[in-house]
Nanobody, 118 residues
Framework: QVQLVESGGGLVQAGGSLNLSCVAS????????MNWYRQPPGKQRELVAA??????????GYADSVKGRFAISRDNAKNTVYLQMNSLKPEDTAVYYC?????????WGQGTQVTVSS
């Protein structure tokens, strides 16, 4: 059974930081591309940050809206992907989802709420 469990969300003031974690089980973690998506209230889900599989070299990419503020990383020994979020803005408020993808098969976590107050 595949499980992705996110943690680290919460309420923070603008300019603050949060570090999200996602622990995966039931998959060969190193084979999977790992992604963070978010869904703001009333809007569609969007890709925020991505890191390719360990076997593909861990190439990283970001949405323009978070470049320079967010950092994605993975620890393959711990089956965990992280999203360090700095200089948070009210528009970063959303439910953040961890996603694992391999050969177009996707698995999702349950999401963690991030709320940034102005």
């Amino acid at each position: 059974q595949v499980q992705l469990v996110e943690s680290g969300g919460g309420l923070v003031q603008a300019g603050g930081s949060l570090n999200l974690s996602c622990v995966a089980s039931g998959i060969i973690f190193g084979f999977y591309n790992m992604n963070w998506y978010r869904q703001p209230p009333g809007k569609q889900r969007e890709l925020v940050a991505a890191i390719t599989s360990a076997t593909s070299g861990g190439v990283i990419g970001y949405a323009d809206s978070v470049k320079g503020r967010f950092a994605i990383s993975r620890d393959n020994a711990k089956n965990t992907v992280y999203l360090q979020m700095n200089s948070l803005k009210p528009e970063d408020t959303a439910v953040y989802y961890c996603n694992a993808e391999y050969r177009n098969t996707h698995y999702w976590g349950q999401g963690t709420q991030v709320t940034v107050s102005s």
